[in-house]
């Protein structure tokens, strides 16, 4: 009776198939991977917080923009000013505790509050002041102020995925968290 060889056919065709197992596992886990990533960055929401000055029809708006592909959701709303920290919106911060009614008109607000969705390619006006003439340039000269004594803002959003971000106006784009 001769030697059994290590390498018979039967074992070779064994072998192969188990790495081809191997690899088609490899490379089904990799394919997974890069669809959750091109899905959770299909759904990616992008804010942006915009000031707007529109001198022709008297008016400044401070507008929160989503330049994304995907719904923003509001998780949190901080406004610092003067180091103090304020947990409210634009409209209800300026409103309450800033501005003169008989000098500055709000032409326009609307809440920014916990829970919002901002769907994609969409923006919400958190307020729009100004009036004709001599208002629109106190509302000017009003949010220069503003940023002279400190005033900035930090808004904390997901998307659908609960990936979230945080912006700042002293940061010029996302933060991811």
Known sequence: MGKKRFWSPDRVVT???ILISLVTLIVFARQTSIIERQSRLSTMPYLYVETGYNSEEDYISIT??????????????????KEETYEMDFATFLDGELFQHDSITVLGSASITEGLAIPANSDRIAVK???SGDRYIKAEKFLKKLEKNGFDYEIIYRSIYDDQ?????????????
């Open 15 to 17: 072998l192969l198939a």
């Open 64 to 81: 929160l923009n989503n330049y994304g592909v995907g719904p923003a959701i509001i998780d949190d709303i901080t406004i610092f000013y």
């Open 129 to 131: 002041v100004g009036g």
């Open 165 to 177: 971000w945080r912006i700042r106006m002293s940061a010029d784009i996302p933060e991811a968290l």
